[in-house]
C-alpha cells in the first residue's frame, strides 16, 4: 500500500463504517487513478471533496440529509438581511450628527464603519454578477473589515457603530458563506436588490426625522424588527415548503433561530435591565451568551431528535418489514 493510498483512506474515515465497507475501495480506487504520477499527499481539492461527500452520507444515515439544504437557503436569507443592514448602516453614515450636538463623527461620516458597510454592499455587487466562488471571497472579505473594526477603533481612536450592531453582522456573515455554488438569477439579485431599496428607504427615513441618523436612536428597536421579520419569512418557507414534503424549510427556519437571536439581543437586554436611554453593557452582555449557547443548541436538539426517530423507524422496519409479517 503506497502513502498515498493510505492517506485517502484516512480521509475516507468521514464516512459511515458501512459506506465504507460497500464503497471505500472503489472510492479511493478512483481518486488514485486520477492522482499524478509521484503523488504523495491528497491535494486540498480532494480532500474537502471527501470530507463533503462524508458528511453527506452521515447526515443522510442519520435521516438529516436536508439539513444541507436548508442551511444554504438559510445562507440566502441571512446575505439578503446583512445586504438589507449594510444599506441602512451605509446611508446613516452618511448623515453624521449637526456639530452644534457634539456627538463624535470621522469626517464627513458617522464612523468608521463606513468600510464594513461598503464591503457587504459590494458583496452585494459580487453575488449579483460573479460565480458563487467570488461571492464568497468578497463575503468573508466583508466578514474582515467588520470584525477588524473594533481594534481599528481602538488604534485610531475613532468612533465605530455598537457591538450590538456590527455582532449580529458578523453571525449573518458566517452563516451566508454556505451560499448555494449555483442560484438561480433572481436569487442572486435578491442581496442587491434589497440593499439598495432599503438605502433608498432610509434616505427618505432622514428626511422626515434628523434622529433616525444614529446608531444608538435607529438599533435599539431596528434590529429585533429585522430579527423578527427574517424567522416570519423563515417560518412562511418552511409551511409552505412541507405542504411539498420538504424538509428544507424547516432547517433553514432551525438554523435562522441564531442570527435572528443576536438581532434580537438589544429587545433582551432592554427586557432584562431598562434603563433610560439606552440599555446596560451588562444585559447586553448575558443576552448575547445566552442567544449564542441557546441558538445552537436549538438546532443540535433538533438534530439529535431527528437522528432518534429515524433510527427507531429504521429498527422497527428491521423487525416488521411488511405489514403481512405480523398476520
Not at 492517506?7 to 480506487?29: C, F, K, M, T
Not at 478512483?30 to 447526515?59: E, I, M, N
Not at 452618511?94 to 464627513?108: C, K, N, S
Not at 458563487?132 to 465605530?160: F, G, M, Q
Request: charged share 15%.
Amino acid at each position: 500500500m503506497t502513502d498515498l493510498e493510505r492517506r485517502y483512506l484516512r480521509l475516507l474515515r468521514a464516512y459511515p463504517a458501512d459506506y465504507r465497507r460497500s464503497r471505500g475501495a472503489e472510492i479511493v480506487g478512483t481518486y488514485l487513478d486520477l492522482a499524478a504520477p509521484g503523488r504523495r499527499w491528497p491535494s486540498p481539492a480532494d480532500a474537502a471533496d471527501l470530507l463533503r461527500g462524508g458528511l453527506r452520507q452521515r447526515l443522510r444515515a442519520a435521516g438529516v440529509a436536508r439539513l444541507t439544504p436548508g442551511v444554504r437557503l438559510a445562507a440566502l436569507l441571512s446575505l439578503v438581511t446583512a445586504s438589507v443592514l449594510a444599506g441602512v448602516w451605509g446611508a446613516t453614515e452618511l448623515h453624521p450628527a449637526p456639530v452644534e450636538w457634539r456627538v463624535p463623527h470621522v469626517g464627513p461620516f458617522v464612523s468608521i464603519g463606513v468600510i464594513a458597510w461598503a464591503g457587504w454592499l459590494l458583496a452585494a455587487i459580487a453575488t449579483a454578477v460573479a460565480p458563487s466562488r467570488v461571492a464568497r471571497l468578497a463575503i468573508a472579505l466583508a466578514l474582515l473589515l467588520t470584525l477588524a473594526l473594533p481594534p481599528l477603533a481602538a488604534v485610531l481612536d475613532a468612533y465605530r457603530p455598537p457591538l450590538f450592531v456590527l455582532l449580529p453582522q458578523v453571525i449573518l456573515g458566517l452563516l451566508a458563506l454556505a451560499l448555494p455554488d449555483r442560484p438561480a438569477a433572481a436569487i442572486r439579485l435578491a442581496p442587491l436588490l434589497s440593499a439598495v431599496t432599503a438605502v433608498a428607504a432610509t434616505e427618505f427615513l432622514v428626511e422626515l426625522d434628523d434622529g433616525f441618523g444614529s446608531y444608538s436612536f435607529t438599533a435599539l428597536s431596528f434590529l429585533p424588527t429585522v430579527g423578527g421579520l427574517l424567522l416570519v419569512v423563515g417560518a412562511l418557507l418552511a409551511v409552505g415548503l412541507a405542504v411539498g414534503g420538504d424538509t428544507r424549510g424547516g432547517w433553514a427556519l432551525v438554523t435562522l433561530l441564531t442570527p435572528a437571536g443576536f438581532l434580537a439581543v438589544p429587545a433582551l437586554a432592554d427586557a432584562i435591565d431598562p434603563i433610560r436611554g439606552g440599555v446596560s453593557f451588562a444585559a447586553l452582555a448575558s443576552s448575547t451568551i445566552a442567544v449564542a449557547l441557546a441558538g445552537p443548541a436549538v438546532l443540535l436538539l433538533t438534530i439529535l431528535v431527528r437522528t432518534r426517530l429515524t433510527l427507531a423507524a429504521r429498527r422497527a422496519d428491521h423487525h416488521y418489514p411488511t405489514s403481512g409479517a405480523q398476520s
